[in-house]
């Protein structure tokens, strides 16, 4: 990656290019790039002398010796006007007086600039100028006299450096205890690609001094970094919402494949020539889990877990849509490894009156991206409407796989109903009366056919409402009573869940174990209603 840089930057230094942008943070890291490509005649045919300047320092030669009056912008161009040797003049402060954060241009910078992009051009010794900014913004009439330089974020090798130079300080004075095998030291260094070094440095040191030991559930705290970053970007959403697979009730077939893959972008994993996952697009009747199976592969993994809003993509001027998008994985591949997450991913990409082609461009280029892409960033899209899917979204290449999610079986439902019952019964005020055992669970589990993991919940929710408002504990009255009164949308939308298992039964893998199905595994994709089979093909993991 700075290997990348310095080679592009010795080929604009060699071709005399008068004047570059590098857009960065880290001025103290793009300055010792620059000063070691500056000075290795191997890269430039010249070697050249580094002069910066700073609004406090001014300008300052290579000897260190700061020229007296060169604060100001425009006295220090006209200095630089005057270089009269091989040199590269980094400066950093400048942007202010090109309009950043909605403050005017100011003229003279401007046009001083652009007299010194025809010198340094035209000019006997080759001299280069390097505006070193924390934002891009340029005025427009400088859009062709200014080359922008992309300078890449830390590698995994530099944060790996850091985080065994911290370890190495710290451990050696006896109050912080490390306990981190090699895989784990690879797990923290993968953690913080996407920050600075000084970022991650500051993460790492959190995680020491948080409670005296540094080890795996430290993680977190880097990935409390990374919310900052992608926080600041207002298009996607660091998710903080931990919830275990074992939270999940079923989808013992899906939770078995994503176990599998635990680990996949792992250098040993790599060494293993097994590529890093790419996602899964989950489909099915809503209410069964897909969202909540999203949540809970990140918190299994120890992965980040970011949600793309595709509303916000589309929101804001005319033209920019395709822009939001490019910015979006940008942040994603940056804070890699990580999990992205599109909810009802059918209808972020629908378009509609006045589109004028833009749904299409950018969920073009999101089609792009996901076949080519290379950093881990694993992608779980949801989808409720699976007539509204794109065929070129399903096709392999895309997704590693297309899971379906069917209305929950009789062992599944007993499952669902333990989780939420059990979740409710820790409050001492809600327990008293109701013992859950296997037979209060094979009861609630046969009355509930047809119901949705979503509608199991709002029963208890429902019976929870009856049980306050008398002031008691919850009682199994209270459950049967709920379940009596709920309408289960497999009643409601009997046609269209008929049709959802019609589609699925050779376009997907059932998310549902073979065991747990209420039927022989041979009669999947029945369409008998509450209760029948299940769509997708039969397969093991």
């Given at each position: 990656?700075?290997?990348?840089?310095?080679?592009?930057?010795?080929?604009?230094?060699?071709?005399?290019?008068?004047?570059?942008?590098?857009?960065?943070?880290?001025?103290?890291?793009?300055?010792?790039?620059?000063?070691?490509?500056?000075h290795?005649?191997?890269?430039?045919?010249?070697?050249?002398?580094?002069?910066?300047?700073?609004?406090?320092?001014?300008?300052?030669?290579?000897?260190?010796?700061?020229?007296?009056?060169?604060?100001?912008?425009?006295?220090?161009?006209?200095?630089?006007?005057?270089?009269d040797?091989?040199?590269?003049?980094v400066?950093?402060?400048?942007?202010?007086?090109?309009?950043?954060?909605?403050?005017?241009a100011?003229?003279?910078?401007?046009?001083?600039?652009?007299e010194l992009?025809?010198?340094?051009?035209s000019?006997?010794?080759?001299?280069?100028?390097?505006?070193?900014?924390?934002v891009?913004?340029?005025?427009?009439?400088?859009?062709?006299?200014?080359?922008?330089v992309?300078?890449?974020l830390?590698?995994?090798?530099?944060?790996?450096?850091?985080?065994?130079?911290?370890?190495?300080?710290?451990?050696?004075?006896?109050?912080?205890?490390?306990?981190?095998?090699?895989?784990?030291?690879?797990?923290f260094?993968?953690?913080?690609l996407?920050?600075?070094?000084?970022?991650?440095?500051?993460?790492?040191?959190?995680?020491?001094v948080?409670?005296?030991?540094?080890?795996?559930?430290?993680?977190?705290l880097?990935?409390?970094?990374?919310?900052?970053?992608?926080?600041?970007?207002?298009?996607?959403?660091?998710?903080?919402d931990p919830?275990?697979?074992?939270?999940?009730?079923?989808?013992?077939?899906?939770?078995?494949?994503?176990?599998?893959?635990?680990?996949?972008?792992?250098?040993?994993?790599?060494?293993?020539?097994?590529?890093a996952?790419?996602?899964?697009?989950?489909?099915?009747?809503?209410?069964?889990?897909?969202?909540?199976?999203?949540?809970?592969v990140?918190?299994?993994?120890?992965?980040?877990?970011?949600?793309?809003d595709?509303?916000?993509?589309?929101?804001?001027?005319?033209?920019?849509?395709?822009?939001?998008?490019?910015?979006a994985?940008?942040?994603?591949?940056?804070?890699a490894?990580?999990?992205l997450w599109?909810?009802?991913?059918?209808?972020?990409?629908?378009?509609?009156?006045?589109d004028?082609?833009?749904?299409?461009?950018?969920?073009?280029?999101?089609?792009?991206?996901m076949?080519?892409?290379?950093?881990?960033v694993?992608?779980?899209?949801?989808?409720?409407?699976?007539?509204?899917?794109?065929?070129?979204?399903?096709?392999?290449?895309?997704?590693?796989?297309?899971?379906?999610?069917?209305?929950?079986?009789?062992?599944?439902?007993?499952?669902i109903?333990s989780?939420?019952?059990?979740?409710?019964?820790r409050?001492?005020a809600?327990?008293?009366?109701?013992?859950?055992?296997?037979?209060?669970?094979?009861?609630?589990?046969?009355?509930?056919?047809?119901?949705?993991?979503?509608?199991?919940?709002?029963?208890?929710?429902?019976?929870?409402?009856?049980?306050?408002?008398?002031?008691?504990?919850?009682?199994?009255d209270?459950?049967?009573?709920?379940?009596?009164?709920?309408?289960?949308?497999?009643?409601?939308?009997?046609?269209?869940?008929?049709?959802?298992?019609s589609?699925?039964?050779?376009?997907?893998?059932?998310?549902?174990?073979?065991?747990?199905?209420?039927?022989?595994?041979?009669?999947?994709?029945?369409?008998?209603?509450?209760?029948?089979?299940?769509?997708?093909?039969?397969v093991?993991?």
């Amino acid at each position: 990656m700075v290997g990348a840089f310095r080679d592009t930057l010795s080929q604009l230094l060699k071709a005399r290019v008068p004047v570059l942008q590098v857009c960065s943070y880290e001025e103290q890291r793009v300055l010792g790039e620059i000063a070691a490509v500056a000075h290795d005649v191997a890269l430039v045919r010249t070697p050249r002398g580094v002069w910066t300047w700073s609004a406090t320092r001014g300008l300052v030669p290579p000897d260190g010796n700061r020229r007296q009056g060169t604060t100001d912008p425009v006295a220090a161009l006209d200095a630089a006007l005057r270089i009269d040797e091989p040199a590269l003049l980094v400066m950093s402060d400048l942007h202010p007086a090109f309009g950043a954060g909605g403050r005017p241009a100011d003229p003279g910078v401007v046009r001083r600039l652009r007299e010194l992009a025809v010198a340094y051009r035209s000019g006997p010794v080759p001299r280069t100028l390097v505006l070193l900014s924390p934002v891009p913004d340029l005025p427009v009439e400088l859009a062709k006299d200014v080359t922008v330089v992309d300078f890449p974020l830390p590698t995994e090798p530099e944060i790996r450096a850091v985080l065994d130079g911290i370890i190495v300080a710290n451990a050696a004075t006896g109050r912080i205890r490390i306990d981190l095998d090699e895989r784990g030291r690879e797990r923290f260094a993968k953690a913080a690609l996407g920050l600075t070094l000084h970022e991650a440095e500051n993460a790492f040191a959190r995680a020491m001094v948080d409670d005296g030991v540094l080890n795996a559930s430290d993680l977190r705290l880097v990935h409390e970094e990374k919310r900052q970053v992608v926080r600041r970007s207002g298009l996607l959403e660091f998710l903080d919402d931990p919830v275990a697979l074992a939270d999940v009730g079923g989808l013992e077939n899906l939770k078995r494949w994503l176990a599998k893959r635990d680990g996949a972008w792992l250098a040993e994993a790599a060494a293993y020539g097994l590529p890093a996952p790419r996602g899964v697009l989950i489909t099915g009747v809503p209410g069964c889990g897909k969202s909540l199976t999203a949540k809970a592969v990140a918190a299994a993994w120890g992965l980040p877990l970011l949600r793309l809003d595709i509303g916000k993509v589309f929101a804001g001027l005319v033209g920019s849509s395709e822009q939001n998008m490019r910015e979006a994985i940008r942040i994603a591949e940056a804070t890699a490894p990580c999990v992205l997450w599109l909810d009802e991913i059918e209808k972020g990409f629908a378009g509609g009156p006045g589109d004028s082609g833009t749904s299409a461009r950018v969920f073009g280029s999101f089609l792009t991206w996901m076949q080519e892409k290379t950093r881990p960033v694993f992608v779980i899209a949801t989808a409720n409407d699976f007539a509204a899917l794109p065929p070129e979204l399903l096709r392999k290449g895309r997704f590693d796989e297309i899971f379906f999610v069917d209305l929950p079986t009789r062992a599944e439902r007993a499952s669902i109903w333990s989780l939420h019952v059990a979740r409710r019964l820790r409050h001492p005020a809600v327990a008293g009366e109701l013992t859950v055992d296997s037979g209060l669970l094979t009861e609630l589990a046969g009355l509930s056919d047809g119901y949705s993991g979503a509608e199991i919940e709002q029963a208890v929710v429902a019976g929870l409402v009856d049980a306050y408002a008398e002031r008691r504990p919850l009682r199994r009255d209270d459950l049967l009573r709920a379940l009596v009164n709920m309408v289960p949308l497999s009643v409601t939308q009997a046609e269209r869940i008929a049709a959802v298992r019609s589609w699925a039964e050779h376009r997907a893998v059932a998310a549902t174990a073979a065991e747990d199905w209420d039927l022989d595994p041979r009669q999947a994709g029945g369409p008998g209603l509450p209760g029948g089979g299940h769509g997708g093909r039969a397969v093991e993991f």
